[in-house]
């Protein structure tokens, strides 16, 4: 005991402490995106490492883990030291694999803890430029009166582009035939040839595209008219109750300690901020929130999809 003391009190002379009460971060942070680099996720996660370096006074880094439809990113992240310096770059596939996979390889409420949302847009409804179609309403009538023959385009099954297409047709009584695409690219392709009659899709590429001789924008999908859009929203647009955002946020390893998650949300709240223009220009804001209240966004992104997951028979051994 004595000598423990006399080297306790050595190091603390020297201005030595043990590293686990040093102050965080010490060291560089990691940024785990579970999808490909280029992406909607990957490009929002690079633009918030700069930033967030910059609040944090440390280096920030991304790192893509791809692959098993974002499963295998999340698991890394699930599996790494709950120390704050390895972070998930969520969306809402996280939300949608809950019930989508019949068996995870970590789960969403044991293994995370969540820490600050990012960012959120809104998708569009769009049809083909030269469409027949020029509302929502529309679209609704028409299905109605040929049930199955029309057909919506999207990033792929499981997306949420896809449920997206899946609620619309639950609440609005409809039924039209889903026409999955890897990407959201060929889905917009086909259809302003008309090979599929409309999609749902990020609003930063299909706003660009909203002009003649390509898509014509019909509606946002989120609850509040989106800033800057003069687009109704789909509940204004006659489907009630209607309400879909997309998003990005960060979540750590269960087990991380509370002050660090508090550390890493007033860094995260004020880079967000910080980087609104930039966010704007790929068509979405951010939008500051506690670690709390990112939870339970993300509780109810799982509620939501839950049963539209059931409903529309897709599962994932």
């Known amino acids: 005991m004595i000598r423990f003391m006399l080297v306790a009190c050595t190091l603390l002379c020297l201005g030595i402490t043990p590293r ?23 490009v929002t996660a690079r633009l918030l490492a700069q930033q967030l370096g910059v609040v944090l006074h440390q280096t920030v880094l991304v790192e893509n883990h791809p692959g098993g439809g974002a499963n295998i990113g999340a698991a890394y992240v699930a599996q790494a030291q709950p120390d704050g310096y390895t972070l998930l770059m969520a969306s809402p596939t996280i939300a949608i694999n809950a019930s989508l996979y019949k068996h995870l390889p970590y789960s969403l409420e044991k293994d995370f803890v969540p820490v600050a949302l990012v960012q959120q847009s809104e998708l569009v409804l769009a049809v083909a430029a030269d469409s027949k179609f020029h509302s929502v309403q529309d679209i609704v009538t028409a299905a109605k009166a040929k049930p199955g023959q029309l057909s919506y385009g ?25 026409v999955p695409y890897k990407g959201t690219g060929p889905a917009i392709n086909d259809t302003m040839s008309g090979q599929v009659q409309f999609l749902f899709g990020g609003s930063a590429s299909l706003l660009q595209l909203n002009r003649p ?40 390893p269960k087990g991380t300690p509370a002050d660090v998650v508090a550390t890493l949300n007033k860094a995260i709240n004020a880079a967000s901020q910080a980087l609104t223009e930039k966010f704007k220009a790929i068509g979405c804001f951010p939008k500051p929130m506690s670690p709390q209240q990112f939870g339970a966004m993300v509780q109810a992104q799982v509620a939501l999809w839950a049963p539209l997951v059931a409903q529309a028979h897709l599962h994932v051994d």
């Open 20 to 42: 686990a009460h040093a102050a965080f971060p010490d060291r560089p942070v990691h940024i785990v995106v579970p999808f490909a680099p280029g992406g909607g996720v990957d």
């Open 154 to 178: 999207s990033a792929g099954v499981g997306s949420v582009e896809h449920l997206a297409g899946e609620l619309f047709k639950q609440l609005a009584g409809i039924d039209v035939l889903h």
């Open 213 to 252: 001789g390509q898509l014509r924008a019909l509606a946002v999908t989120s609850a509040e008219p989106a800033p800057g859009v003069d687009l109704p929203t789909m509940q204004q647009a006659g489907v009630k109750g209607y309400d879909v955002i997309t998003w990005n946020g960060l979540m750590a």
